[in-house]
């Protein structure tokens, strides 16, 4: 039996250092840590100080080298990006290494292919860390929710975003300000697109859903809004009508609702703000915290929440998935007939659904003219699209336009977007200035 294991970190940012700090630091952990040797490091430029006490001969800047150094028994992918990130896990599973990785953007894209090559070499890939930071979900999903035939999964994944949204509520700011000042403080990265155009929340989502589902789907079509075009006078406005506003990343499995005897799963996939009533589990996840929620049978609902984001939380996850490596690798393979990532022994066939299929409530704000009758006639085109409304006020009545906000209740957002066709045709509707979806 092996009493070191020897591991290859590919990348030294905010999560690489992380890792090595736990690494360094083993007292109080698991006694394994103390086994854990860190053989070699590859980082973009040899030049730069780092403020680690690492002997400067594990270091390269080529990454394959940490790869193929027969020392490596487990490498840890922590540089992001899709490539050279996925082929170089690759070319680690093909010389028969475990890999731990922290990319979201590789597992939801190539999370299968992956997958099947773990499989072929039986090596284990494992992900704790792509999604949640430092909350256990990944292999709880894998495992202690087994039993169980999920039915949603609903989550705040993105801690850059929940910030934002969290300080703009409290301190009734703009986008924009919260934005700069976040990336001021490191809290945002200086290109923040990932984040507020809800990618990297579609990433996660992916992820999750093809651990509670049991298949993959098409990354690219995941239907998926940012929260950077949201006005804080909406988050004002929820607030008053007793929501908060949250980016949820939501996947859910229509089986039920379908019954179209196709054998492939049904399964609507989507990011978009969205209106959480205070009283929600998720309304009161704040700041960089991450929050799932599961539903399924017969567990019914049960929440993860925790420190989404940062280097700590993040390598903290990291870690224990090499802990199981070093745990696990000495009693079994991956090649005993059960998948690397996923707890089935194989893939499912799933299928998105179109979006506007997808069924929710609806948070609507409408800039109309203020004359009589306007509400009456958007209220007489929502009926006759089949929408129901929950709650219909004008908030503000000023220089001659009015503000209408609308909640729908339940309603596909194939109706949802016919009824908004028609109503902006109105001559008395000028703008539609925001849609969301509700909970
Ligand atoms: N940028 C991500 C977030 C952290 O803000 O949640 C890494 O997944």
């Known amino acids: 039996m092996e009493t070191t294991i020897g591991v290859g970190l590919l990348g030294l940012g905010t999560v690489g250092c992380g890792v090595v700090k736990i690494l360094q630091s083993p007292k109080g952990r698991n006694p394994l840590v103390s086994k854990i040797n860190l053989k070699r490091v590859a980082i973009k430029n040899l030049q730069k100080k780092r403020n680690l006490s690492l002997d400067s001969s594990i270091f390269t800047d080529d990454p394959l080298k940490v790869v193929e150094d027969p020392s490596v028994q487990v490498v840890v992918e922590v540089m992001g990006g899709l490539e050279p990130a996925r082929s170089l896990i ?11 990785t922290a990319n979201k953007a590789v597992i939801a894209r190539y999370g299968e292919e992956i997958a099947e090559a773990a499989k072929n070499n039986g090596v284990y890939v ?20 087994g039993g169980n035939q999920i039915r949603k999964v609903s989550g705040i994944i993105n801690g850059t975003t929940n910030y934002i949204l969290s300080r ?6 703009s986008y924009q300000n919260v934005l700069e000042e976040a990336q001021k403080l490191g809290y945002a990265e200086a290109d923040p697109a990932a984040d507020v155009e809800g990618l990297d929340a579609a990433d996660k989502i992916a992820i999750l859903s093809s651990l509670a589902f049991g298949g993959s789907v098409s990354r690219s079509d995941i239907s998926t809004t940012g929260i950077n075009k949201l006005q804080s006078r909406d988050i004002e406005y929820a607030s008053r009508l007793g929501y908060s506003i949250k980016l949820l990343a939501i996947a859910e499995n229509l089986e039920d609702s379908e019954n179209s005897g196709n054998s492939s799963i049904p399964l609507a996939l989507w990011v978009e703000p969205t209106l959480v009533p205070t009283h929600h589990p998720l309304a009161g996840v704040n700041d960089v915290n991450n929050a799932i929620l599961i539903e399924g049978d017969p567990i019914g609902e049960v929440m993860f929440y925790g420190p989404g984001a940062g280097a700590g939380p993040t390598a903290s996850a990291v870690v224990a998935d090499i802990l199981n490596i070093a ?3 000495t009693l079994t393979t991956a090649k005993n007939g059960v998948d690397p990532l996923l707890s089935s022994a194989s893939w499912r066939d799933c299928h998105l659904v179109n979006t506007n299929r997808i069924i929710q409530k609806n948070y609507l704000r409408l800039i109309t003219k203020d004359s009589p009758g306007v509400i009456g006639q958007i209220g007489s085109l929502f009926g006759e699209n089949n929408v129901s409304i929950q709650s219909i006020v004008q908030f503000d009545a000023t220089n001659s336009q009015a503000e209408i906000v609308v909640i729908t209740h339940k309603v596909n957002k194939g109706s949802m977007k016919d009824s908004l066709n028609k109503i902006q045709q109105l001559s008395e509707v000028k703008s539609l200035e925001a849609h969301l979806g509700c909970l």
């Open 126 to 145: 494992l992900i704790e860390a792509a999604v949640g930071g430092g909350i256990p979900i990944i292999e709880p999903l894998k495992q202690s929710l």
């Open 90 to 100: 690759l070319r680690a599973i093909s010389l028969g290494k475990s890999v731990v």
């Open 327 to 329: 745990g696990i690798s």
């Open 168 to 173: 703009m509520a409290k301190e009734g700011v």
